[in-house]
């Protein structure tokens, strides 16, 4: 067996000799160099064991060799990126690629953190609430007017609260008597079916279905006893303290329309002029 007294490859006495030790055997320098030396990826020529080998994802330099491709100022122990397979410095790299932030407009540089949202970038300190200047990160937000907003404070803000519950609106919603409502907030006063997807009335700032109006405040007709409704802007005809509706407005004797004609009254009834003087 070979002992460090001779170079393992050439067979030459180490004795008053550097040499490097590679898996437990040792080689004169020569050998070693030939043999094992990294080519360096800037100038080609290999990198002796005398020198520093600096690697980088499976590629080498020599340390003077290890320099930003666009200045040329040496990447020994400071920062750097990579891109397509050339090193750079970090200043040079944000003036290539780096995208600038949509707040300040500043370089964001490689290795910080960044923000995006809706196709732009953001440092993430200047990525915050534009009431309440919170750093927004990874939180829910809404954007109005190209700013950007927490829930609460676009709530606090700008967001409808509702007529009846006082809580926030944050989708649909049915606007009545010019406030907002939640559709399952908007519902009739008395029997509380909800209201936003039919007819009803108003009385009071308050809406009802057309069942309970009509049972508990809409007039009745002196004719037909039914209640008398506005709905679709219906017509009704009142006198003397009595309401009928226009269909329902006839001599009581002959049908006829009294609607626009002159008639007679008799006690509750009321009569076409021919029929009241026939009498």
């Known amino acids: 067996m070979t002992s460090h007294t001779d170079c393992h490859f050439c067979l030459q006495s180490l004795r008053g000799r550097k040499y490097a030790l590679r898996e437990e055997n040792a080689y004169c320098v020569p050998c070693y160099d030939s043999l094992y030396a990294n080519p360096c990826e800037e100038c080609k020529q290999p990198i002796?064991?005398?020198?520093?080998?600096?690697?980088?994802?499976?590629?080498?330099?020599?340390?003077?060799?290890?320099?930003?491709?666009?200045?040329?100022?040496s990447l020994v122990e400071k920062?750097?990126?990579?891109?397509?397979?050339?090193?750079?410095?970090?200043?040079?790299?944000?003036?290539?690629?780096?995208?600038k932030c949509f707040h300040c407009q500043k370089t964001i540089m490689p290795g910080s953190r960044k923000m995006e949202f809706k196709g732009s970038s953001w440092h993430?300190?200047?990525?915050?609430?534009?009431?309440?200047?919170?750093?927004l990160g990874t939180k829910?937000?809404?954007?109005?007017?190209?700013?950007?907003?927490?829930?609460?404070?676009?709530?606090?803000q700008f967001?409808?609260?509702?007529?009846?519950?006082?809580?926030?609106?944050?989708?649909?919603?049915?606007?009545?008597?010019d406030q907002p409502w939640h559709k399952e907030c908007f519902v009739c006063a008395v029997c509380k079916t909800q209201l936003s997807r039919q007819?009803?009335?108003?009385?009071?700032?308050?809406?009802?279905?057309?069942?309970?109006?009509?049972?508990?405040?809409?007039?009745k007709c002196a004719a037909c006893k039914k209640p008398i409704t506005a709905l679709g802007g219906a017509k009704y005809i009142s006198f003397e303290e009595r309401q009928w509706h226009r269909e329902c407005f006839n001599c009581m004797r002959c049908s006829a329309s009294l609607e626009g004609q002159e008639f007679l009254t008799r006690q509750d009834d009321i009569l076409c002029h021919k029929c009241g003087s026939a009498s």
């Open 79 to 99: 920062p750097f990126a990579a891109k397509d397979e050339v090193l750079l410095c970090t200043e040079c790299y944000s003036d290539e690629y780096s995208s």
């Open 124 to 135: 993430e300190s200047c990525f915050v609430c534009q009431y309440c200047q919170q750093p």
């Open 159 to 177: 967001a409808h609260h509702c007529y009846a519950c006082k809580k926030v609106i944050t989708s649909g919603g049915v606007t009545y008597d």
């Open 140 to 156: 829910p937000l809404i954007t109005k007017d190209n700013e950007n907003y927490c829930v609460p404070c676009f709530e606090k």
């Open 48 to 73: 002796e064991c005398s020198s520093k080998d600096l690697a980088y994802k499976g590629r080498h330099w020599h340390e003077g060799c290890f320099r930003c491709a666009k200045c040329s100022r």
């Open 199 to 219: 007819r009803f009335i108003s009385k009071d700032e308050c809406p009802y279905c057309v069942d309970c109006f009509s049972k508990f405040y809409a007039e």
